[in-house]
């Protein structure tokens, strides 16, 4: 489907029934297909995105790392949005990261985001900058400060470099600076102390984990939802999970995450490559097996798989039980 | 020695329900008291360990990091655990840490922790050492090879510089090198990989997490117990938890695994401190506090926090609810 | 455009001794100031660009770490390029920063860059991306592929998480891709085996060393040339030690050395700040002292120091003896 | 026991003309040569031993990283210590390494020492514990109050994960409890800085660099002297470029350090083993070739080399030149 193709953009635009500014639910980081000459499939980026809102996400996240947003440039980043955008139509809140070396060169981009039309904006603390607790905060605030839509925190120290702090975090969501956290640190300490924290402090954010294999124990001690790069092979077992979590079942949140775990491992096959293609390359794969992509490009300069590499992912797509999706 | 020629434990040694070759439950890693002059306070020592038995735990980890058995001489390790022995007196399983920088060293402690009676030893990759996988595949072979108690690797790349490779510790398992693994490792991902890779090789190990403020997730996703430095503190806590979860009832486990987490903050007080003085040394206050020993005195060069820190961390622990111990 | 297109460089054009592509010598990375308003001091940036050219250095770096480029957006980038190549009048070869996440982004840095008239550009591998080393020398490749002007690669790991491999840069050299490489990794051996790897390829790289106080030895080992913040501060000191060196007269470059290292204790001062308010500030309180500049205002969020460490700079500047500029 | 009492270095022993309480000159790292059974192989030790002394080095350290002493049991500890000081037979100073977790342990290690005859004892910042910087200080004044030898702080954050702070290092010269600093850090910037902070406070310390292939920038700056691993392979070009250094002919020195640079390549032929594995192992091959070895065995779990990579070591070794020694 191409995004003009979208039967219910314009007229029939819905308000989402999560704000923007208070997200909670499944929220998958979408990524983005390309073309052989490295350029963005945007047809195939509008299938996508129809299928994790068709499958009941409560937001998408355009831009992220999943996205390789890194790889790309201002042209590129706005066909992306633009496609995003209008496919999603209003249905869900579009999140945009922002991701750039420090605040200036991240408004700039916020800029560009919100000329698109996005519902909120993600950006991490300073990268290649070398700062402290009180600059980060600052950093943060001249971000919010430049931007007319909610700005959530990325806190990816593998990325950055810097863990954000807990209590710097709530007191910026305090201020009005944050609307929330993605929390991709894997420090699971470091989560519920920020997820207690938050309640102490009136629950000024939305706190989201960002690990898509202990998503059961992160809904139980209280994430207000999920940003899952997996989601975007298999979003609605995360709706699932999601909806079973709200009603308490948690025996049968259980297996739906064991499975997704068992899905996960995708990301573990492609041996001796590098962290940006051995999991969002696997993700790709995955999603071309399944129909959802033409091809699983990824941005130059990470290169294809071997074939041993793709079999082995397919072959744990196909265990999972995943159904294709009919291209249009 | 086997357990049951211990002397002193005599006609009341009842049989353990939970074997040292299969660890399931909770097994708190025993702080170590000590006199003014830095010798081990063994009267204290014994009022703990008589605590956490009393409190219902399914084993006892001596020598641990909460231990503070890096600090501790030969003469002192043997003290400890002679107490430690004695006091369980067979009630439940003994772990003992035998924590030095590779194998020979490491069998050195694991021939003196055995000759003090200990049921199983705990013991980490390679300190100092800098190898590969095979290589530390092999010191932990080598380990077993010389150990006639059962051999539990400790997962703690913080300390130890190596994350342990979840499928080498499975495979070890299944070679019978290895009983079970303590993570402390805080990589809650790696942590399901684990379990997942363990329950598909037939449940070789016993795996056991050391993040005691996200027992309720790592029970959720299939954790065999849990190694919580905070249980020196509140034991009986942590058995109602895992009751709980046998149970099923996780909507139960919540709560205490939230009050738990807020008596944990304790270790985040001593700001400025280091790392071993902050967690350590605020587990001692709390217990002196709650009349479990008789002195919160560190191993030197640990020294004593200041006043403010220690009414801020019993603040804590009053807030918590718990009753003092009364002195024997 | 070409350098000799410069419209008002003008008939007092000079030809660079040195060329951008083949880098000998001392090579300031030029520090950005700042009015209060946090817009560029295109006036004090002038100044010091004529101290550093009257100097006698054989080539400027701008919009390096030095020149705080991380903080800049792109229409200040542009500003200081432009008051750079102006008052070079093409004495001294211009080198541009062109830092981002990845090639594309990089090469749009690029263009700015080169319609700005500058000699060569200086890049590091990917920041934010998590990529292996043949996808960071295909990186290279990229930015080469579209840059008109020489290519320098920027190894500095403790801002990109990643450590250049000196056998890929030798042969990236070979290749024509780099033009030679800025080294700030601080991994003396790793230094010396470059050298000796270029050196053995037939010298395809101009290898410089960004580490300050260490140039007597770097240059003892065959160091190309040198890009030393502390440059900015005293450069005919620099300029003097790289005579000496080239004179073999090592006994006389030592106390040149020993110095400077004694001046660089200015970085050390701001106790309790980030890595970036310490070190440019440091030498922008220096330079304001000097005359230098305006004033030592850093990029927001890095705010001033406070009066004592302003003062103990200042002490150690005035016991190194040097002699305050006369603003014009 | 001091150095004058063993009883079977006799009548022949000869004062050093370094004193162990201020080395100056070339101090090698001895390795240790081991049996095929993993024992220590005393006749290969006492012929390396030898080697060095005749070829005119100013100190031996046995029992250093160097001299896999992590991988060593009590016993062989002995053994190393008694075969080195009846070899050296008190021509030179024999420094030993005391490397274990804390203070208590190391002192364990120290009366082991000091009792074999050792002129002093090396060793570094607690490993496995966290540590601040009052604690680490007081952890070698614990150590220094224990021992009767002078002792010198071993810098190695690789191995232990702290870097030693030169200002309280030299505050500790100072007070008297360190006789030296060997570094292994690799800091060159904080190796300068010690060096000039150990002037300024008149030179309490010794000040050893471990950094074999930067030797001529380190003597330049101010080294006391050097403890090369590489040395137990060519002990006569260190002893020949200390005499060059001493004289001011840097001329000369560079080019013994580049045919050094160059043997030091031999650690970097082992692609894909342990760090352990790959610099010792190569300093084993290498000694092997040349006679002074019996076997190049390491310490398990350290495995042996593939055929390649042994050609590829001792085809480094024959294009250095270096002159088989004939074993007795």
Known sequence: MTPDQTPDAGATRTEPSVSASHLRGIVPPVITPFHADGE??????????????????????????????????????????????????????????????????????????VGAGVDGVVTCAPVYARNDRAEIADHFRAIAAGSPVPVYAYDIPVRVGTKLDAAMVVALGSEGVLAGVKDSSGDDVGFRRLVAANAAAGA????????????????????????????????????????????????????????LAALFEIVFQASGRSGDAAGVGAFKVAMHALGLLDA????????????????????IVRAAGLREVART
């Open 204 to 259: 000024p954010l939305s706190v989201l984990t960002g690990h898509e294999v202990v998503v059961d124990g992160m809904l139980l001690l209280g994430a207000d939802g999920v940003v899952p790069g997996l989601g975007n092979v298999d979003p609605g077992a995360y709706v699932r999970m999601w909806d079973l979590a709200q009603a308490g079942d948690w025996e049968q949140v259980r297996p739906e995450q064991d499975r």
């Open 40 to 113: 963005v499939d945007t047809a195939s980026l509008a299938r996508v995105v129809e299928h994790l809102v068709g499958a009941g996400v409560h937001g998408v996240f355009a831009l992220g790392s999943s996205g390789e947003v890194a790889y790309l440039g201002r042209e590129q980043r706005s066909v992306v949005l633009d496609t995003v955008v209008r496919t999603v139509a209003g249905r869900v809140p579009v999140l945009a990261g922002a991701i750039d070396l420090t605040a200036r060169r991240v408004l700039e981009q916020v800029d560009d985001a």
């Open 296 to 315: 699983p490009t990824m941005a130059p300069p990470v290169g294809p798989f071997d074939a041993d590499t793709v079999a082995r992912i397919t072959g």
